[in-house]
């Protein structure tokens, strides 16, 4: 993994006019962050030590609850809350943990933890969706060292479809790293994930990052699939050095939603909607992104 000082983001006169004039209007305010990790203090610490060895260092260092107070000072009116699991027998513990806060939390829509192939999967899905009124389902392929592809994974996201709830699977290459302790530019491919859409014709999925590094080939994708969505998280920050063609995510912005992956961030939690506000030209397309596919995704 390559990781990239935090520089200031370079925008064009037209681009910082066109971000002067949306924030002026408002347009940066009451927006759905569809990638955001809440997780108890202690598992922030663990993910903290483990960028500052393999990865960048997190600008933010606080606990959930400053977490959303954060985001709320960004713009956010809405957060969709990820968790995901490490290794088995945590994604209980996570989701009793992320119920809590959407109970607290009105503006929070809570995404449940599971390790596929973990004792009782299926159970633990059942058991977040149905008892504890969480939205869906997070699997994270690098850390669970799995394949969207991989039939655990697969019974997994089958069930997502019976029960008609959204999976946010992070199933793209990058950002690659070899403390993942698998290669994850084999483990993930675009191909690998028109696979399950294929076999799973009913899933809605979410492919976080635009599917980085296969850009292109993910927007492409959510032409032949009405389920697959694509969100910005990281992709559209000017941090990494590539990022998807702005043409082509304005063009395919019906399928794409904002989030930010804050708190797990070099930078501030708001970098990624000035850029995304500063190089989309259509003003539909950018609430589209910003705000207006996430109400109907997640609430629909």
Not at 125 to 152: F, M, T, W, Y
Request: with cysteine.
């Amino acid at each position: 993994m390559r990781v990239p000082p935090v520089r200031p983001s370079r925008f064009t006169p037209a681009q910082q006019a066109r971000l002067d004039r949306r924030r002026l209007a408002g347009q940066l305010a009451g927006l759905w962050d569809s990638h955001v990790h809440l997780f108890p203090d202690a598992i922030y610490a663990a993910l903290h030590r483990w960028f500052d060895a393999h990865a960048w260092h997190i600008r933010f260092r606080g606990g959930a609850e400053p977490v959303l107070a954060n985001l709320a000072a960004a713009g956010a009116r809405k957060v969709v809350a990820l968790a995901f699991a490490h290794k088995a027998g945590v994604s209980r513990y996570l989701n009793h943990f992320l119920a809590d806060l959407c109970r607290a939390h009105p503006q929070v829509i809570g995404v449940a933890a599971v390790l596929p192939g973990e004792p009782d999967d299926l159970g633990i899905v059942d058991e977040a969706i149905g008892r504890q009124e969480l939205r869906g389902v997070k699997i994270h392929c690098h850390v669970s060292n799995l394949a969207i592809d991989d039939p655990r994974v697969v019974r997994v996201l089958a069930r997502c479809a019976e029960l008609r709830v959204p999976a946010v699977v992070h199933a793209g290459k990058e950002p690659s790293s070899a403390a993942y302790g698998v290669d994850t530019r084999t483990l993930c491919s675009v191909e690998r994930t028109r696979a399950v859409l294929r076999r799973l014709p009913d899933l809605k999925l979410v492919v976080p990052h635009v599917g980085a590094d296969e850009f292109a080939a993910y927007l492409a994708l959510t032409r032949q699939f009405e389920g697959l969505y694509l969100d910005t998280a990281m992709a559209c920050a000017d941090y990494f050095d590539h990022q998807p063609d702005w043409a082509g995510l304005e063009a395919c912005a019906e399928r794409v939603l904002y989030g930010t992956d804050f708190p797990i961030l070099p930078y501030e939690a708001d970098r990624e909607i000035s850029v995304i506000a500063a190089h989309i030209g259509d003003d539909a397309a950018f609430c589209a992104i910003a705000r207006d596919n996430a109400a109907r995704f997640w609430l629909n």
